[in-house]
């Protein structure tokens, strides 16, 4: 019996006995995209699986192509309904990606534009465009021209808040609301 006190009296109860994760407690740095050895090779920024959708994303399904353009401007009609539609916030979308190349009254004239930075942004109400909300949205989607894609800066329903309000600019500009064939 004394020697089992003896055994006892000598463990040290400040310090675990075991590790049970020795990495939790001496850590291993690793350089960003160095190659490591518990990853296979093939592992390292794989693609989706085909035919996976992201959550929270929603497929659009009309082509990037003059097709679809067109497709998009004759059928394409906004899901959100009056209750859904929020001006200012549409406005505040419009003045953070879109004023600087078509202006805060979309007249074209943007600051950009204003700089010669770029040029030919036509306005809203400009005689020759048969604007949609189904075309701004494809354009906003897939962009067109010299104007690129908006699609990872905006999500659908944002996407739609500023067709909204490219829609009442136009409308401001006097440009009609019906489109031309």
Not at 14 to 20: A, E, G, K, L, V
Not at 61 to 68: A, Q, V
Not at 116 to 133: Q, S, W, Y
């Amino acid at each position: 019996m004394v020697v089992l006190i003896s055994f006892a009296s000598c463990q040290n109860k400040s310090r675990p006995n075991y590790q049970y994760f020795p990495d939790m407690y001496y850590p291993v740095g690793y350089e960003t995209y160095s190659e490591v050895e518990f990853l296979p090779y093939d592992m390292e920024a794989k693609l989706p699986a085909k035919g996976t959708v992201s959550r929270g994303h929603i497929p659009f399904d009309i082509d990037g192509t003059l097709e679809g353009y067109d497709l998009a401007k004759a059928t394409l009609i906004s899901p959100l309904d009056s209750t859904q539609i929020d001006s200012p916030r549409g406005g505040q979308l419009y003045d953070i990606y879109c004023a600087v190349c078509h202006g805060k009254k979309g007249d074209g004239q943007g600051i950009l534009v204003q700089r010669e930075k770029i040029l030919g942004v036509p306005a809203f109400n400009d005689a020759g465009r048969a604007l949609t909300p189904g075309s701004i949205y494809h354009t906003i989607y897939y962009g067109k021209n010299v104007m690129g894609s908006y699609a990872n800066q905006l999500d659908e329903e944002e996407r739609w808040q500023v067709v909204d309000y490219v829609m009442q600019l136009k409308a401001e500009l006097g440009g009609s609301q019906t489109v031309k064939d």
